[in-house]
T-cell receptor, first 115, second 113 residues
Framework: AQSVTQLDSQVPVFEEAPVELRCNYS??????LFWYVQYPNQGLQLLLKYLSGSTLVKGINGFEAEFNKSQTSFHLRKPSVHISDTAEYFCAVSDRWGSQGNLIFGKGTKLSVKP | EAQVTQNPRYLITVTGKKLTVTCSQN?????MSWYRQDPGLGLRQIYYSMNVEVTDKGDVPEGYKVSRKEKRNFPLILESPSPNQTSLYFC????????????FGQGTRLTVV
């Protein structure tokens, strides 16, 4: 079964510093990959997704992620964070050919941006 | 505005008292699902539905029921809630499984005492 590992449960960072949130998934078969963000007291919204094509994917709010098939990783990056980026971030994967194609989520990474 | 609407947002109930959390989407999506979110565990899928009258179990279905009589609605039913079902619940919908963006409701925070 597919699984997703987010290596850091919490990432504190100062404003305007770069950040990388790490995500690894278990299966080497073809997958769709997603990053979602959850702001306090809100639902999840899509940041970006990888379906096929270029391995570097750009999303909203200046975030980007790189799909690395050999390392089964999909790390999220931002070159300069803002206070407003404080939120919890979830990596998710879906098998292309799985029986369900359901989203499997990681446990989340809480990004805390300090002034 | 395209959205997924859950009600109620907050609910406190007692053990054993049946409750229903409603979910409605206005995007004509075929696929809908329910998740629960617990600290340190991320989101775990409870049930999903690929279309009207088609539902199936997710990873943590015990103690929950769902129905999909209409395309837009996907209520979550707890016949006899227990304290271990205290959680934050999210409904989500998408055009299809897998490749497309999932749209989430605002969440329902349930406390069972």
């Amino acid at each position: 079964a597919q699984s997703v590992t987010q290596l850091d449960s919490q990432v504190p960072v100062f404003e305007e510093a770069p950040v990388e949130l790490r995500c690894n998934y278990s299966s080497s078969v073809s997958v769709y990959l997603f990053w979602y963000v959850q702001y306090p007291n809100q639902g999840l919204q899509l940041l970006l997704k990888y379906l096929s094509g270029s391995t570097l994917v750009k999303g909203i709010n200046g975030f980007e992620a790189e799909f690395n098939k050999s390392q089964t990783s999909f790390h999220l990056r931002k070159p300069s964070v803002h206070i407003s980026d404080t939120a919890e971030y979830f990596c998710a994967v879906s098998d292309r050919w799985g029986s369900q194609g359901n989203l499997i989520f990681g446990k989340g990474t809480k990004l805390s941006v300090k002034p | 505005e395209a959205q997924v609407t859950q009600n109620p947002r907050y609910l406190i109930t007692v053990t054993g008292k049946k409750l229903t959390v409603t979910c409605s989407q206005n995007m004509n999506h075929e696929y809908m699902s329910w998740y629960r979110q617990d600290p340190g565990l991320g989101l775990r899928q409870i049930y999903y539905s690929m279309n009207v009258e088609v539902t199936d179990k997710g990873d943590v279905p015990e103690g929950y029921k769902v129905s999909r009589k209409e395309k837009r609605n996907f209520p979550l039913i707890l016949e006899s809630p227990s304290p271990n079902q205290t959680s934050l619940y999210f409904c989500a919908s998408s055009l299809e499984q897998g490749a497309t963006e999932a749209f989430f409701g605002q969440g329902t925070r349930l406390t069972v005492v």
